[in-house]
């Protein structure tokens, strides 16, 4: 079994989550999948932001020790306004991708870590979406414990809001 690594993102790895999320799209785009690829994703979250994110300390990877590469990333955030707020101290997961083609379970292991990491922050849940027609994924985080708790629009997306108890 492969050894990872979890942290926050250096000032190259921007690019990696973007081009993460490109790879990403081009991959939705052989499946059929309609997500991110229909719903003007790089224009909602070009390059800057990315760059944007890691300066302020909301990037993480998962960096396979072996290689040095980077195989899942993403940008986590301690406030966001899809979610009502209810008063709940959270962590919520957005721009989630992991490298097409990856053999291992990187998403299943960035998640973990990402609980693990809501709960040494103190908070009552790590928070998520995932889109409303997003059968396969809506399965995935059903069955790993995320409930349903509500909905959200974000210009051409609509989501389902996906939350799981910490503490």
Not at 115 to 136: H, I
Request: proline fraction near 2%.
């Amino acid at each position: 079994m492969r050894s990872y690594i979890f942290r926050k993102g250096s000032p190259d790895e921007a690019a990696v989550l973007y081009n993460l999320v490109v790879d990403r799209m081009k991959w939705m785009d052989r499946k059929g999948i309609r997500q991110w690829n229909v719903t003007e994703y790089l224009v909602r979250f070009p390059m800057e932001y990315y760059v944007e994110k890691q300066r302020i300390g909301q990037l993480y990877v998962l960096e396979d020790e072996e290689s040095g590469k980077v195989v899942c990333a993403a940008v986590l955030k301690e406030e966001d306004d899809r979610w009502p707020d209810d008063g709940q101290p959270s962590l919520y997961l957005h721009n989630f991708a992991s490298a097409v083609g990856w053999h291992e379970r990187v998403g299943d292991i960035f998640l973990n870590h990402c609980l693990r990491l809501t709960q040494e922050m103190g908070k009552s849940y790590f928070r998520l979406d995932c889109a409303v027609d997003n059968e396969f994924l809506n399965h995935y985080y059903g069955s790993r414990g995320y409930s349903e708790a509500g909905f959200c629009t974000h210009g051409l997306y609509k989501g389902v809001l996906r939350q799981k108890r910490v503490s």
